[in-house]
């Protein structure tokens, strides 16, 4: 008996210490096992992914009556670091099923996924874990299955094609929108949790305070449900765990057949690119393949001609530098198809500018809301010449006006659309059009009964519009920002176009300046009464490289070479013409300058000139392209008004100079003028305020005893276009006490002389 109660307490304890070890062990297996996470914000968030198979497909199913569009979201898996800016290649097959399984069609989409920056809050890392390990993810790539492709689709299949030895493997997630049954959609909005709703505002744009009410309703009609991979037998789901945040970071490389660098420029016999210098640089560029690329530069003022880009190639193989360039524009062009890369030698960045147009049609018209009493500018392309309608709503919604407009076919030569293929398409070149709508506007539609490309923007008539004029480096200053003169408008039915594939982003390229010839003639405004303080100047500014010469006048000054100084001043005045008024200006020092009648000197004060003067001019011989102007002195704040009853010019210059060689100056420009109804092709802005910056292009002095030192600024011009039906007057207001002088552009030659202008500054 005693035996057996040892060997009860032995079989007890055996089984407690086998109990307590057993639960210990699978302690440590479950903190074994645990998922390594790092610190993570609120947005973070984790989603179950599948890993695609190159060799058995994962299918999802959907109900197709309530199915508006697929999207299918994946992410690369690196088998090794790789350089953050360069795109490593895949490629998603997907079939579509009928209800028995049957294939209806096959198509592949072609992804180019670049692998997430890791220390960079706007682009956070994703991470997936397998075995435990982070593993190398790319950013989201994703393409959309719109609902006209969905027709008798009743499941779609998913297959791994491998183009890139280093993508160790993809991982998708499949959504599906579906419709929601609600008739409030803002009590739904309120009613889904507070977590939810965050969610669907950071999956749907930028942040919940982001968060329209087209995109609200959008959030609330529809729900992406995410689809599960369907039974299939032999098929092995393999699952893991994909973290990343809200809002997701999808960056679209995609396309569907060849693949071309899309950071590159394509160039052929009819299609060239440019790339604008902001201040002087060489461009580096590479090829990919050996041929012959032709560069010229552009002078973005006209001022010099164009000049042809010389290059070397560099000790990397098909790479090149140009020489160095004055700031400007430089075209590229090829006659065979080539794939250019490009870069600034100073390493600063380098941004291709790119426009989203609506594509719409007979079906698929684009809605707008917008402000009243705003203005519109409406950017048109097609294939083909046709007609399109604007029509602008009330608050009722019910229409108030209707236009209809006609536009062209050209192509453009520079910009271009970049299709799924990566090929390069070119495009139409844009239709302006401007329209000022009136107090009861609330929105704008715009139909046609053919495809047609459309960019609408907008701004408010009475905003400034602020930008810097400078003929070389314009430098930063920390007081004043270029502000856009127009801001982009987002359709209503935005989300309709990109479900059907319909908005199109457009490679826009600055095409170079257009040689105009004018046949206007400026003629200077006297302000003797709004501005009694003038004098006069001998101003040296450069003409357009293709302007016409004209006839030199007295008013026109050349300076004399140090070698005419020294000996030819007193034969020259000998042989001045009696018919013509002979003057001579010369410059003491920078600050002092006198003119003098040439018949009103003899040779000895003429003898006292040339030795006592620094600079000489002379007004009766050879090409002289010192111009003899009226400047008035314009107080700093004080508005000059200038009104117009009857005449009306086809623009107004002004021309400013100032005392102090480093003095930035700020110009405020109002135009008050009554405008034509409808949509025009030309459009005035009311408010301007410009800064500008000395010019090292043109010079200036005053013909004064004591204060003659002048500098050049560039000038203002205000255009006065076709959409003016009456203009009232311009004023014009500094905030710095300068020196000024009014150009007006007429169709004729006024007969009252003045002192001769030009605008070329």
């Known amino acids: 008996m005693q035996f057996i109660k040892r060997l009860l307490k032995l079989l007890i304890l055996l089984a407690l210490v086998f109990g307590v070890g057993f639960a210990i062990f699978s302690f440590y297996l479950w903190v074994k096992s645990a998922e390594p996470i790092t610190s993570r914000s609120d947005t973070e968030t984790r989603s179950n992914v599948q890993w695609l198979s190159t060799e058995k497909p994962l299918v999802f199913s959907f109900s197709r009556s309530r199915t508006h569009s ?310 048109l392309r097609s294939a083909s010449r046709g007609h399109a309608s604007v029509i602008v709503f009330d608050q009722d919604n019910q229409p108030i006006d209707t236009f209809t407009v006609a536009y062209n076919d050209e192509i453009s030569s520079y910009d271009r659309v970049i299709l799924d293929s990566t090929q390069r398409e070119k495009v139409p070149k844009a239709n302006q059009f401007y329209l000022r709508v009136n107090e009861r506007a609330s929105a704008l539609e715009i139909t046609t009964k053919q495809p047609l490309l459309v960019r609408v923007k907008s701004r408010s008539r009475q905003f400034n519009y602020q930008r ?26 935005h989300y309709a176009f990109i479900e059907q594939d319909s908005y199109i982003n457009i490679r826009v390229f600055q095409e170079p300046p257009a040689i105009l010839i004018e046949d206007t003639f400026y003629q200077s405004r006297e302000l003797f009464k709004q501005l009694p303080i003038s004098n006069v100047a001998l101003v040296n500014s450069p003409t357009k490289y293709f302007a016409p010469s004209t006839e030199p006048t007295p ?24 018919t013509t008024t002979a003057n001579v200006v010369y410059q003491l020092n920078a600050h002092a ?26 007004n009766w011989q050879g090409q002289r392209p010192w111009i003899k102007q009226r400047l008035y002195k314009l107080t700093a704040n004080k508005p000059l008004k200038l009104t117009y009853p009857t005449l009306r010019p086809h623009s107004i210059v002004l021309k400013t100079y100032s005392h102090n060689a480093k003095q930035k100056i700020i110009i405020d420009v109002t135009q008050n003028a009554k405008y034509h109804g409808g949509l025009t092709h030309e459009y005035s802005i009311t408010n301007k305020r410009l800064q500008l910056l000395p010019s090292n292009l043109s010079e200036a002095f005053l013909i004064h005893p004591k204060d003659s030192q002048l500098f050049a600024y560039p000038a203002v011009t205000q255009q006065i276009n076709a959409d003016i039906r009456a203009l009232n007057n311009v004023t014009f207001t500094s905030n710095k006490t300068v020196w000024i002088a009014i150009l007006e552009e007429y169709s004729n030659e006024e007969v009252k002389i003045r002192w001769w202008n030009d605008d070329v500054l």
């Open 70 to 379: 697929i999207r299918v979201l994946s992410n690369a898996i690196f088998s090794e670091p790789t350089s953050l800016d360069k795109p490593i290649n895949y490629a998603i097959e997907y079939t579509f099923l009928n209800e028995q399984k049957q294939v209806i069609s096959s198509h592949i989409y072609h992804h180019a996924s670049k692998l997430t920056p890791p220390d960079n809050n706007d682009l956070q890392i994703k991470q997936i874990i397998e075995d435990r390990q982070a593993l190398l993810v790319s950013s989201g790539q994703s393409f959309y299955l719109s609902q006209d492709q969905l027709d008798k689709v009743a499941s779609i299949s998913l297959k791994l094609i491998t183009e890139d030895t280093q993508v160790m493997g993809v991982v998708v997630r499949v959504h599906a929108k579906t419709l929601n049954n609600s008739d409030d959609k803002y009590s739904a909005w309120l009613k889904l949790p507070l977590e939810r709703r965050e969610r669907s505002s950071a999956y749907h744009s930028v942040g919940v305070n982001a968060l329209s009410t087209t995109e609200i309703n959008n959030a609330v009609t529809y729900s992406w449900l995410k689809l599960a991979p369907q039974g299939i037998p032999g098929i092995d789901f393999k699952a893991d765990i994909l973290y990343e945040t809200l809002p997701y970071n999808v960056v679209t490389y995609d396309f569907s057949q060849q693949q071309l660098n899309l950071n590159d420029y394509y160039t052929d016999a009819t299609l060239c690119a440019s790339i604008t210098l902001e201040q002087p640089d060489s461009l580096v560029f590479s090829l990919n393949t050996a041929g012959d690329i032709n560069l010229t530069w552009y002078d973005s003022s006209q001022f010099t001609a164009p000049k042809k880009v010389n290059y070397k190639e560099t000790a990397q193989p098909l790479t090149f530098i140009t020489a160095p360039l004055d700031s400007g524009l430089v075209t590229i062009c090829s006659r065979d198809p080539l794939l250019s890369n490009w870069s600034f030698n100073s390493h600063l960045p380098m941004t291709t500018a790119q426009d989203g147009y609506y594509q719409i049609t007979e079906s698929l018209t684009a809605r707008y809301t917008i402000e009243a009493n705003s203005d519109i500018n409406i950017d």
């Open 468 to 493: 810097t004029l400078c003929h070389s480096v314009c430098l930063d200053n920390l007081e004043f920002h270029d502000i856009a003169a127009w801001y982009e408008q987002q359709a209503d039915n």
């Open 555 to 578: 008013f026109h000054f050349a300076l004399l070479s140090k070698k005419q100084t020294k000996a030819q001043l007193v034969q020259m005045a000998a042989s001045a013409p009696s």
């Open 593 to 618: 300058a006198k003119e003098v009648a040439l018949k009103e000197t003899d040779f000895e004060q003429l003898a006292n000139i040339e030795n006592s003067a620094q600079k000489i001019y002379q």
